[in-house]
């Protein structure tokens, strides 16, 4: 059946009448509140959290820097716990965990609920365990960690004492963890023997010790046992998670911390060969989450929530850890593959926990698909009563099928537009209130003020392509990229004046919609995960037989986009399918297997500008229609795109 692109979808009636925001009207007038005294709004907001000190002034603002609620003193880590529990909440499950070993039904091995007293507990417990481990307030503490309770407990330990975490994506390999460990100057990693992955052992130690051996300046590291798979031992530097934990208190006062205290570092990449810490602190963060995260998925006390993110990204940060837990809701954790043992485990997982709302990427919605009914068919998801996505633009078709057979044509769908940077959801439906259109974010949240403008900064009318700026500083927004000043003044704030600059380009429509395009920079989306060009070229040219690299993204129909790499050899190297192998290997150990190329071309030479800039756009021309028609009258050498031709052929 064809999809009918210019649908508009209303929030079903009997979702809209139980909603936090029941009406475009609501929306609107909150909206307009929000934009035009923010201070007030945001101050309001906030009340709803616990500080130990109130602030002095809601917003310092000198551009690009902003500080909120400045003065005040709280704790993230005491506001997902002891206010939870304060508010009665203590014996309701805060997390229920599935870990991926299962039976060939889908039966699990692993399961696991905690409370939020019983993970307060265990957060307590493993807080005071660092200290004992010499940790102080400040110091930056890195996470490599398969996607177990454990991790969440360590993330809500760090933030109790005030040691800012830096979580990396455990498909990340030891360069990418090394990098990362050296830029953030961090001497304590938390990991685990192994993690779970598609029926795989992810040696995740072994790939910290890799790590390790490549940076001096790592002192201890805390093993988490899991997959019980055999690991080297250093016994200066390694102790295990249980042994830590055994004697510690249940006791540990969470530290009053400065509202602008650095709360995490999140490496993501952008247009250079080097990931930048983007830099979040506490209480702005901390309003921000709990807020979208209540508007967004309309929370409730009794509901189920399920993200299937990986805590490694900044997803499972806002809307796994911090956002749900300071709602008090339910969270289900997962550890492991969509498709493990077989592609019905997430719905298995939604009907075994009834979850009630649903999020995920727009990238598996296309794998689910792309199986058939047959999988979701056979479970029951009538507990489901909204669905979100994240991380990449939806299709319209994926949209529609994931509101047919797994909505029951009954859920609203939040397709939500964020980023790293932004810390929580900027451009999103309110799923009581907006009427929805597949394939759009719709309206931006509450304080957020998006416009769409042409390179000079100019407000483009409605339907035209420009660029997604925000105008208004807002609670979530990172506040620099560690250690590097000049890149967050340049990156974020120099492209259009007095904005922030989202790298993206968007069109926005009759009714004011936002549609997202995509990325306008070097940053290109492989299932929604966010790759630097100039990462995996840098990869690839580290290599001995590469002279030089140069890699694009181009669409694809599961994974939105996949990475093209065009490689010219050095001297004698031979091209050919076993060094094709070879060079794809070769990313996937130097920075993991999401970075692996699709595919890599070999060439004499790559299309450059008489300045040396490479032509991407001729490249992805190449890789997307398998031609070169567009303009090349700036290209330095004509008989580069003739051999690229040649070697399409
Ligand atoms: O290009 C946009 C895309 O993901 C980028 C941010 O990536 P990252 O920092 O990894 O965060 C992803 C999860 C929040 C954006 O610049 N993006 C994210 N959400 C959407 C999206 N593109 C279209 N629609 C979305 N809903």
Redesign the pocket.
């Known amino acids: 059946m064809a999809t009918d692109v210019s649908a508009t979808y209303p929030p079903p009636s009997d979702f809209a009448a139980q909603a936090h925001v029941k009406s475009m009207e609501q929306y609107r007038e909150q909206y307009q509140q929000s934009i035009d005294n923010p201070e007030a709004y945001w101050a309001e907001v906030a009340a709803d959290s616990h500080f130990f000190e109130k602030w002095s002034r809601v917003l310092e603002w000198n551009p690009p820097f902003a500080k909120w609620y400045v003065g005040a003193k709280t704790n993230m880590s005491y506001n997902c716990l002891d206010l939870q529990i304060e508010r009665g909440r203590g014996d309701h499950p805060a997390i229920i965990w599935e870990g991926e070993p299962a039976e060939a039904d889908g039966t699990p091995k692993d399961q696991r609920t905690l409370t939020y007293s019983q993970l307060r507990d265990e957060v307590c417990k493993f807080a005071n365990a660092l200290k004992a481990q010499g940790i102080k307030k400040g110091d930056r503490i890195t996470l490599y960690m398969p996607m177990v309770p454990e991790l969440a407990i360590a993330m809500l330990a760090c933030a109790r004492i005030g040691a800012p975490h830096s979580v990396i994506f455990g498909g990340f390999s030891a360069q990418a963890i090394a990098d990362r460990l050296q830029d953030a100057d961090s001497h304590v990693v938390i990991t685990a023997d192994g993690g779970w992955r598609r029926g795989n052992v992810v040696p995740l130690k072994a790939n910290v010790d890799e790590a390790c051996g490549m940076v001096g300046n790592v002192k201890k590291v805390i093993v988490l046992k899991r997959c019980e798979n055999e690991i080297a031992w250093h016994d200066e530097r390694d102790v295990w998670w249980h042994d830590v934990v055994a004697d510690a208190s249940t006791d540990c006062p969470a530290e009053q911390l400065d509202a602008e205290h650095m709360l995490f570092l999140l490496y993501?990449s952008g247009s250079t060969g080097k990931p930048k810490g983007i830099l979040h602190t506490t209480a702005g963060y901390m309003v921000y989450t709990r807020h979208t995260t209540k508007n967004v998925f309309d929370l409730h006390d009794d509901d189920v929530y399920w993200c299937t993110a990986d805590i490694g990204?900044?997803?499972g940060h806002s809307y796994i850890v911090y956002g749900p837990l300071q709602n008090g809701v339910t969270n289900v954790m997962y550890e492991g593959a969509p498709n493990f043992p077989d592609w019905a485990r997430f719905w298995q997982i939604c009907q075994r926990y009834k979850v009630t709302k649903f999020y995920t990427a727009p990238t598996a919605i296309r794998a689910f698909m792309k199986q058939g009914e047959s999988f979701c068919g056979q479970c029951d998801l009538s507990s489901l009563k909204l669905l979100g996505?994240?991380?990449?633009?939806?299709n319209p078709a994926a949209w529609t099928w994931y509101h047919k057979h797994i909505g029951g044509e009954r859920c609203p769908i939040v397709?939500?537009?964020?980023?790293?940077?932004t810390g929580g959801i900027m451009i999103s439906p309110l799923p009581g209130a907006v009427p929805t259109k597949p394939g759009s974010?719709t309206l931006p949240q509450f304080g957020i003020d998006a416009a769409v403008v042409d390179a000079q900064g100019n407000e483009v009318d409605a339907n035209e392509t420009g660029l997604l700026i925000v105008r208004k500083p807002w609670p979530g927004m990172l506040r620099g990229v560690y250690g590097d000043e000049a890149r967050y003044r340049k990156q974020y704030w120099s492209t259009i004046e007095n904005a922030y600059f989202?790298?993206?380009g968007v069109r926005r429509d009759e009714d004011g919609y936002f549609w997202?395009i995509?990325?306008v920079d070097d940053v290109i989306?492989v299932s929604?995960h966010?790759l630097g060009t100039a990462e995996i070229e840098s990869a690839l040219v580290s290599h001995e037989s590469v002279a030089e690299a140069a890699v694009i993204g181009y669409p694809d129909e599961i994974t939105g986009e996949a990475v093209a790499a065009f490689v010219t050899l050095k001297g004698d190297a031979q091209p050919g399918n076993d060094l094709e192998e070879t060079l794809r290997k070769h990313v996937a150990t130097t920075l993991g297997a999401i970075a692996k190329p699709k595919t890599v071309r070999f060439t004499e030479g790559l299309p450059k500008t008489r300045s040396g800039k490479i032509m991407r756009r001729l490249l992805r021309e190449l890789a997307t229609t398998g031609r070169i028609e567009g303009d090349i009258t700036t290209l330095e050498d004509l008989t580069t795109v003739a051999k690229l031709r040649e070697s399409e052929s």
């Open positions: 993501t990204w900044i997803t996505t994240v991380g990449e633009p939806i397709d939500t537009w964020w980023q790293t940077e974010a989202t790298g993206d997202i995509g990325r989306k929604g966010r």
